[in-house]
């Protein structure tokens, strides 16, 4: 069977989660609650078979992908392919910045149209679609028979959940993305299955699910 069971975890809380910032691809630590998450999910995961771990290697991401390596004892991979949606120019500002400042930026974004890039030199929907879709094959494809985890950003798991879920990127959602909540899928050749979304039952502190992480 050419299947891969996938456990995909977004990073724990970062300030900037909790301030409703942007942060693509700029480098932004945990906070002290993000690593706690992180050590919660890596002992959630204690008991699992898991052959090796790949991360976004931006530090959020990477931070929480150690503290589950750390557990199990598997190899660690820092892949760029699983960073957070690019923003451009746009990084480092809120929500409601970009709302006053640039309301039709802010327009595009809120409904999702998927050809929009962000800020200039950001990624389209459809642009980062295509990078995940690419990079989870990739790396799925080196394991199949073997589970594998996942670790990366809010904007990632909900391409991995609309792949998984065949839903438009213009779909509104209606799934969480909590932080260092863990979810589970299955990869073959022919695309992804969903098995298990959002799994917060090893935190006993609300997790915060950004639009963006």
């Known amino acids: 069977m050419h299947v891969t069971r996938l456990i995909a975890i977004r990073h724990g809380e970062t300030t900037w989660n909790v301030d409703g910032r942007l942060q693509g691809h700029l480098d932004v630590p945990l906070n002290d609650i993000g690593l706690w998450q992180a050590q919660q ?34 190899p660690l991979m820092a892949d760029a392919g699983l960073r957070e949606r690019s923003f451009g120019e746009f990084q480092g500002q809120t929500f409601k910045q970009i709302e006053v400042s640039h309301p039709e930026v802010a327009h595009l ?22 990078r995940i879709a690419q990079t989870v094959n990739r790396i799925a494809s080196q394991h199949e028979g073997e589970q594998i985890v996942l670790v990366a950003h809010g904007g990632v798991l909900d391409i991995l959940y609309r792949l998984a879920t065949r839903q438009e990127l213009q779909a509104p959602r209606s799934w ?38």
């Open 109 to 130: 974004w809120r409904t999702r149209d998927p050809h929009f890039a962000m800020g200039g030199s950001g990624e389209s929907l459809l642009a980062l679609r295509e």
């Open 176 to 213: 969480e993305l909590g932080n260092a909540a863990i979810n589970r899928l299955l990869w073959t050749p022919e695309g992804l299955t969903l098995v298990g979304w959002a799994d917060t039952a090893h935190l006993n502190q609300g997790s915060r699910d950004e639009i963006h992480s």
């Open 41 to 74: 999910a890596a002992k959630a995961l204690a008991d699992e078979s898991i052959s090796a771990i790949y991360s976004s290697d931006l530090q959020r991401a990477y931070v929480t992908a150690q503290a589950v390596a750390q557990v199990s004892g598997a």
